[in-house]
């Protein structure tokens, strides 16, 4: 199947790793992937903090650059969500909404990808130690992806994945939230570090780079012992 | 107590409320409790099926709410009732204290209602030279503890625990007993039980009202509405102007998804349903009852893109989630109205002078739309709050603005974005150590004040992609 990658822009500039890892194994699990060298950003820094108007011309590139795309996959479900939100976003263009609805038909996060259109539970990776999973809002809520993540990982040879507590709490991202209110996102990314350490895994693994840059960073400045993954590195592990 | 309940600015109210420990142990617990309680309420029952048929119910009533607001006023004069529509708070309080001047009312009970919170009712009425007493034990508290404002729309008194509740009984209410609630609980109704007996006026507030019959639903733990509505001579109910279901048959889907989702229980100790006055063989009930149907704002949102919000049952369901609640607490919304509800709602009836910090108090991160039992979106209404303060209230700090103008450019240029991508790794060069940044510039140092930031990497990924592509596979 030919994918074409949306990478995301955190990926691209901070998290790299991320982005070869999900085309090491989306090539590993048979897939052409293609890196459609137009992309930028998905348009949610501007977009969510209410610049509809000048966020538009950032999800018009997006359409342009997709639109014949066989498939889309992102690994990260807030960045793919926001791509199947550009239909309600231009419901006054209708031109614009047409061509939104012909990329949001098509666009799949990483793990809904592999486990419900390639139809893959195993890839086959290996990663000895404990982990702890969590589970972003966006990926969770909105786009409705819940089972996909967890369905992967329990079949990731060596790993043994411990539940976190109150895992449904944000993580305090959101985000221009995270500079904007930063002392109401200090106190939410510090719960969830502190439902992170009470698991004691050795890994805290997530699908979304918005999430993972905040709860990462915090347990950097912290100097603790859990490594933060994304789930694409975790599958390509082996 | 208006709506407004502090002078403060929103930083100088959520650094006090940040640094108040105690409040956030009680708010995080209680949150906890509300969640697991609503949960098991829940379980049993399909609750897709019954959060679309409550949205339903609420969407069809404001659709038709002419026609429902005609039907119940007729019911209640039918019934002996007299019907006052309050285009505003002072019109609504105008008219309540020239029934307590009429009457020479000298004691008032009240069972719980916000909009005579958001009226200012009580200040109105004790200007008069009335004693107002507040019945619901949570209000009671907060009444005999000079007048704090609520900090939840259902548990007004959530912030406090049962030790500091004591002391505040002991220093006014001569209270020498235990922190035990049921020992607390006691003293305050055998008080109340004399306040109800001597009262001249009765005021509830209004949970539905029921347009076939023209009745009042009220729902309550601790049956202080009954009270308050059958011993008075004089009931006033005060409702916001949205408050109607057609008939009981919705009334009874609704309340019991009001009770389900406000505090996990299938029902409550007591739904009170208020009907007409006092008749023939009637042992006890009002001989004058008035219906205030309160507009104050609520007409404006009728019809517009925020119509949505005019649902809201307020079981605070979505102030149970909110992870932002529960570090903040209910006073730092500076509102009677906090948590999501109370964000979307307080500037559109308060206005963005007051309020427009708000609609950013969130991650957006969906856990109130996802409780919300008539299907408000509401995380979509503060984002929607967001566009209007930035692009039609101009309101936008300008710093910021030029940002995400500048943002808008740079991503849907794909020369620009790829430069400017590039360079990232450049600019932050002096800002890096071990790959990461610990202390940044601007405004990213509101980042790095609290977390590391990986170094925007040299070799992008789309420069690896390149690489790879070209034969580099691994």
Not at chain 2, 2 to 10: E, G, P, R, T
Request: proline content about 4%; glycine content about 8%; charged content about 20%.
């Amino acid at each position: 199947m030919n994918v074409s990658l949306f990478a995301t822009c955190i990926v691209d500039m901070f998290q790299s790793n991320v982005g070869k890892s999900t085309v090491e194994l989306l090539e590993r699990l048979g897939c052409t992937v293609s890196f459609p060298k137009g992309q930028t950003c998905c348009g949610q820094p501007a977009y969510n903090s209410g610049y509809v108007k000048a966020s538009k011309d950032t999800m018009k590139n997006t359409i342009r650059v997709f639109e014949n795309a066989e498939v889309i996959v992102c690994p990260s479900g807030s960045c793919a969500y926001m791509l199947k939100e550009y239909v309600h976003i231009f419901k006054d263009e209708p031109i614009w909404q047409e061509r939104a609805q012909r990329i949001a038909d098509k666009t799949y996060e990483l793990t809904q990808f592999i486990v419900e259109v390639l139809g893959i539970e195993n890839v086959g990776a290996k990663l000895s130690g404990t982990a702890t999973y969590h589970p972003s809002c966006h990926m969770t809520r909105l786009l409705k992806v819940q089972q996909a993540p967890m369905t992967l990982l329990k079949n990731v040879d060596g790993l043994e994945i411990i539940e976190l507590p109150l895992k449904e709490n944000c993580c305090g991202f959101g985000g221009t939230f995270s500079v904007k209110m930063g002392r109401i996102s200090e106190q939410m990314v510090d719960e969830k570090v502190a439902s992170v350490q009470q698991t004691n895994a050795h890994y805290l693994i997530g699908a979304d780079g918005g999430c993972l840059l905040n709860i990462g960073g915090r347990i950097e400045r912290q100097n603790l012992e859990v490594k933060t993954m994304h789930i694409a590195e975790v599958l390509n592990s082996r | 107590m208006a709506m407004k309940i502090s002078k403060n600015k929103f930083n100088d109210r959520l650094s006090m409320n940040l640094d108040n420990d105690f409040m956030r142990s009680a708010v995080s617990s209680a949150q906890h409790r509300f969640q697991t309680r609503r949960s098991t309420a829940i379980e049993s029952l399909d609750w897709e099926q019954w959060r679309n048929h409550g949205e339903e119910i609420r969407q069809h009533v404001l659709e038709h709410l002419d026609y429902y607001l005609y039907e119940l006023s007729e019911n209640v004069a039918a019934r002996g009732g007299h019907v006052f529509f309050a285009k505003t708070a002072e019109e609504a309080t105008n008219y309540i204290t020239n029934i307590a001047k009429e009457k020479q009312a000298k004691k008032i009970v009240k069972s719980k209602s916000m909009v005579t919170e958001e009226i200012n009712l009580n200040t109105h009425l004790e200007q008069l030279g009335c004693e107002v007493i507040e019945t619901d034990l949570g209000e009671y508290i907060l009444q005999l503890d000079d007048h704090d404002p609520p900090s939840h729309i259902v548990t007004p008194a959530l912030h406090k625990n049962k030790e500091q509740i004591r002391d505040i009984f002991t220093e006014k209410i001569g209270y020498t007993a235990s922190s035990q609630p049921e020992e607390l609980a006691q003293h305050a109704r055998q008080i109340l039980r004399q306040d109800y007996l001597t009262a001249d006026i009765g005021i509830t507030g209004c949970n539905f009202a029921v347009a076939e019959t023209g009745s009042v639903c009220l729902v309550t733990n601790e049956g202080n509405a009954d009270l308050v509505a059958a011993l008075p001579k004089t009931l006033i109910s005060v409702m916001g102007l949205e408050r109607i279901v057609p008939t009981f048959e919705e009334m009874e889907v609704l309340v019991s998804m009001l009770t389900r989702s406000a505090v996990g229980q299938k029902l409550t100790s007591y739904i009170t349903v208020l009907t007409g006055i006092q008749e023939e063989l009637d042992v006890d009930g009002p001989e004058e009852f008035h219906l205030v149907i309160v507009d104050n704002g609520r007409s404006s949102i009728l019809g517009g893109e925020f119509q949505s919000i005019l649902q809201c049952i307020r079981c605070a369901a979505c102030v149970n989630v909110c992870p932002v609640y529960r570090h903040v607490g209910g006073h730092t919304y500076g509102s009677i109205y906090s948590g999501p509800i109370g964000a979307v709602l307080s500037p559109l009836l308060g206005g963005y002078d007051d309020y427009k910090e708000l609609p950013y108090a969130s991650t957006l991160c969906g856990a109130c739309t996802d409780v919300c039992p008539v299907k408000i979106p509401l995380h979509q209404l503060l984002h929607k709050h967001r566009e209007v303060i930035v692009e039609r209230e101009g309101r936008a700090p300008i710093s910021e603005s030029l940002l995400m103008q500048a943002f808008g450019m740079g991503t849907s240029s794909q020369s620009i974005y790829r430069f400017g991508s590039k360079l990232a790794s450049t600019a932050m060069k002096p800002f890096t150590s071990d790959d990461k940044i610990s202390s940044g510039p601007g405004l990213l140092k509101n980042w790095t004040d609290i977390r590391d930031l990986p170094s925007p990497k040299k070799e992008r990924f789309r420069d690896w992609f390149d690489t790879h592509s070209k034969g580099g596979r691994s």
